[in-house]
């Protein structure tokens, strides 16, 4: 069974700081994971994914993720967070050749000021 | 953005009473998916359909149904509403091509409380 663990249901940064939200994931085959964003009382927007190319993927409004199959982590990071992250974050995987997805229970990111 | 309804965007309802959700997809991708989310757990699969009448279970199916007649729509029936329904629920498409998963596309969401 596929499963996807994220570590830290909150997270809370200052403005200007480096934004790290974890992601694991257990899987018996080469997975393909995503990172999603989620405003409030908004459906979830694709960041980014990681299909099988390279091992780090950059996304939208300057994301990017670090597959590290050793580790089983896709760990999502930002240099500097902006006001304007402040959202739930979900990451989630599937299997190759294969098209049911697997969520975790998602980190909310708080950006201080 | 992918072109993806859900109505009615809010619902209240009485408990035991049958409820139905509609998706409505303009992208014609094969893959249509229900969650529901609720806080603490994420996106939870409810029942998915990988083409016109062929659907499956996920894993919180017990008390949903679903149907797709047409590769737009993809509708979510819940039999007889409980206050445990009570959620919030997406609709999801995806493109599925043969070799590897394509990501998915997500509805903005329906509020159904059960009271």
């Known amino acids: 069974a596929q499963s996807v663990t994220q570590l830290g249901s909150h997270v809370s940064v200052s403005e200007g700081a480096l934004v790290l939200l974890r992601c694991n994931y257990s899987?018996?085959?080469?997975?393909?994971l995503f990172w999603y964003v989620q405003y409030p009382n908004q459906g979830l927007q694709l960041l980014l994914k990681y299909t099988s190319a390279a091992t780090l993927v950059k996304g939208i409004n300057g994301f990017e993720a670090e597959f590290k199959k050793s580790e089983t982590s896709f760990h999502l990071t930002k240099p500097s967070a902006h006001m304007s992250d402040a959202a739930e974050y979900f990451c989630a995987v599937s299997l190759y050749n294969f098209n049911k997805f697997y969520f975790g229970s998602g980190t909310k990111l708080n950006v201080k000021p | 953005d992918a072109g993806i309804t859900q109505s009615p965007r809010h619902k209240v309802t009485e408990t035991g009473t049958p409820v139905t959700l509609r998706c409505h997809q303009t992208?014609?991708?094969?893959?249509m998916y229900w969650y529901r989310q609720d806080p603490g757990h994420g996106l939870r699969l409810i029942h998915y359909s990988y083409g016109v009448k062929d659907t499956d279970k996920g894993e919180v199916s017990d008390g949903y149904s679903v149907s797709r007649s047409k590769t737009e729509d993809f509708l979510l029936t819940l039999e007889s509403a409980t206050s445990s329904q009570t959620s919030v629920y997406f609709c999801?498409?995806?493109?599925?091509?043969?070799?590897?998963?394509?990501?998915?596309?997500f509805g903005p969401g329906t509020r159904l409380t059960v009271t």
């Open positions: 899987s018996s085959v080469p997975p393909y």
């Open positions: 992208e014609n991708h094969r893959y």
């Open positions: 999801a498409i995806s493109e599925g091509r043969g070799q590897g998963a394509t990501e998915q596309y």
